[in-house]
């Protein structure tokens, strides 16, 4: 009777016996704490309480862009620290996240100019804190194997279907991700409305006639051309 009446519990007090025991792996590893922005399964969110069976998120994302908070709170079972994949924001090399911001240009704008003002626009709103996270890499580096990277702003390359793609790479705090993308583009619109070589691209469509832009057209056009020059030098000759 007892066996059957423990195993009856057991069953019964599950979820509340593996909540009890997340609770206790959180005590003692410290995935998590109160303060800490956080993903977890398809939750993300800012920790704003830890409980005996479950904590709760301020969550961000959803519909709202940016990782900025949607207002509403999640509750999640202790338990799930043990199921589910935890991503901590703060608790990385030096408690700052990277981010990138595209900036699509025409083949025809001049790219090398344009990259030289997305890094100077980059190094004016972000570098500050390279410095800053040279020490938290530092810091970081005695309790995790951490590799030395380039933490000042920078810009990458690549062509695309509809131009050069120009990618602004920089650090930026988890909570400021909107706001210091806000201040690069201002100041990449600003800039780039004082240039006249430079023009944002767009996906676009034209018409193509094979005929008269082709290559083959091209080469008998010159032939013709060719020809036509050498019958008047010779009828002037």
Not at 27 to 52: E, F, M, N, S, T
Not at 72 to 97: D, H, M
Not at 126 to 143: F, G, M, N, V
Not at 154 to 175: A, D, F, H, K, Q
């Amino acid at each position: 009777f007892l066996g059957l009446l423990s195993a009856g519990l057991a069953i019964a007090l599950r979820d509340p016996l593996v909540n009890l025991a997340g609770w206790i792996f959180i005590l003692l590893r410290r995935p998590l704490a109160v303060g800490d922005r956080i993903q977890i399964g398809d939750y993300a969110g800012d920790v704003i309480d830890l409980q005996l069976l479950q904590f709760t998120l301020m969550e961000i994302g959803n519909w709202v862009d940016a990782d900025q908070n949607t207002g509403r709170i999640v509750y999640i079972p202790n338990g799930k620290i043990f199921t589910e994949s935890l991503a901590n924001y703060n608790q990385g090399w030096f408690q700052y996240i990277w981010n990138e911001i595209p900036v699509l240009i025409t083949f025809e704008s001049n790219w090398k100019k344009a990259k030289d003002i997305l890094k100077q626009v980059a190094r004016d709103h972000a570098e500050y804190l390279s410095k800053a996270a040279e020490q938290r890499i530092r810091e970081a580096s005695l309790k995790f194997l951490t590799f030395e990277a380039e933490l000042a702003p920078n810009v990458y390359t690549r062509v695309e279907n509809s131009g050069v793609l120009l990618t602004i790479r920089y650090l930026c705090e988890p909570r400021h991700r909107r706001e210091t993308a806000q201040s690069i583009w201002e100041g990449v619109l600003q800039e780039f409305a004082k240039c006249s070589d430079i023009d944002f691209a767009y996906p676009t469509e034209r018409k193509y006639d094979h005929l008269h832009e082709s290559k083959m057209s091209a080469f008998s056009l010159n032939q013709e051309e060719l020809k036509a020059s050498v019958d008047q030098e010779d009828s002037e000759s």
